[in-house]
């Protein structure tokens, strides 16, 4: 039978480790003669980097690079148990999330020789993870995904050096993403991708005519998986089309209303909605609800079962409560698997161009087959991340500055807590609470008494860092 994950590294016979190049035994020098035409007698990555190719990064329909085939003795210089010399073992990679996507991702970049890997994820591993995100045991069930998956990789890969960061993506600052030559992207949650994209392409510098400096352009890959859908998309910040961009593509979270969760509940979510936004601050008003708890979760579940069962509702289940409470989409590990192989393949591209970039978006349905179906997603023009946007917006002369701030959390721009200011004064701030208490009067004034017909207002919000927006008001009666 096939060996499955990162057991695949592990040698059939006496259970040695072996390098993705081959074995770690000293080289010889019929190995060099021969490590052009593969290792031991089998490919590997070296095969592509030590040869000119035809389909190299220069000839794709994103060039960002020019492919430069290593050369005999780059490839020979290893020795023990190091890796051969090569643009893969010099780059740094950040992975962000070690959850179904982060597990597949982590065991192909060491089985594919890139050993400077760091790995940011603030969840800890709950039981129903073990069943696809295979770097975890039942003995770490309640551990931080990032210092587990990381402590696993290094010990059965010992030419990886994983790094482990348990905390939020926005604990870091642009400095930390910095430092990396990639960033590959498994989140599951869009408005996590939505910062991270919004601080990537705020790391670019761009010169008097607008182009990007692109040695500060650090490329993101990005994938996502939805039960036997998913993608994989390759974002260079202020070339290609950025995260925000295709925001549209994403639906709004479904929720539900607060009247029918609490008086005619018809769906099990109703039920599920009932225990975790209604029923838990009733019984536990001190504490806040933790998702990763499998006691705290338990707890929902029995409640809305109960709540189920008075209305004659079928349908709660642990997993469904997990995936309402916790937003979770359906994974089906094949999925992940197939997404996390394009992400890290294109991150081989990225680092060493010896194939031609992504432009820009795979998508894969499985449902239909093994289909795959690959597109340029255009960058948007008034893009507010990647672009300096400017905006007209015609509203009412009642219009209150409260309900311009509702439009824009609530409309095509889904900003999350917009900060408003005009050229004379400061309008609304949301932070810090002394400014959010001094400006909160302006919110139930109408805008005609604040500011003048055709003004520029500059909106900011600190879920989005370096958002660029122009607003121009155009008062109509």
Known sequence: MAKRGVDAIE???????VSPFGSMRKKTSSDC???????????????????????????????????????????????????????????????????????????????????????????????TNLNRQFLFRQSDV??????????????????????AHHGKIQDKGPDFYAGFQCIISGLDNIEARRWLNATVCGLVEVDDDGDPDPSTIVPIVDGGTEGFAGQARVILPRITSCFECSLEAFP???????????????????????AFTLQWPREFPDRKLD??????????YEQALARAQKYNISGVTYMLTMGVVKNIIPAVASTNAIVAAACVNETIKLLTFCSQTLNTYMMYMGSAGVYSHTFVYEP????????????????????????????????????KGPSISSPGKTLYMQRPPSLEKATRPNLDKALSALIENGEELTVTDEKLPNLNLTLTIVFVD
Not at 37 to 63: H, K, Q, V, Y
């Open 380 to 415: 948007k023009d008034d893009c507010i991340v990647c672009k300096a946007a400017k905006k007209k917006m015609q509203i009412p002369r009642k219009m209150s500055l409260n309900q311009l701030i509702q439009n824009l959390m609530d409309g095509e721009l889904r900003l």
């Open 33 to 127: 003669a021969s490590a052009t035409s593969g290792i031991e007698g089998r490919g590997s990555l070296l095969t592509l980097l030590s040869r000119p190719s035809p389909f190299a990064n220069e000839t794709g329909e994103l060039p960002i690079g020019e492919f430069e085939p290593l050369g005999e003795a780059a490839v020979c210089s290893s020795g023990g148990g190091s890796l051969p010399s090569s643009p893969l073992t010099t780059a740094k990679v950040l992975v962000v999330g070690a959850g179904g996507l982060g597990c597949e991702i982590l065991k192909d970049l060491a089985l594919s020789g890139v050993p400077n890997v760091d790995v940011i994820d603030l969840d800890s591993i709950d039981v």
């Open 11 to 17: 040698s059939a016979n006496a259970g040695q480790k």
């Open 142 to 163: 309640g551990s931080s995904k990032a210092e587990v998956a990381a402590r696993f990789i290094n010990k059965r890969c010992p030419w990886m050096k994983v790094t």
């Open 291 to 300: 998702t990763d708890s499998p006691d705290d979760m338990r707890w929902v």
């Open 252 to 274: 709004p979270q479904k929720s539900f209303p607060l009247c029918t969760v609490a008086e005619t509940p018809r769906l099990p979510e109703h039920c599920i909605a009932y």
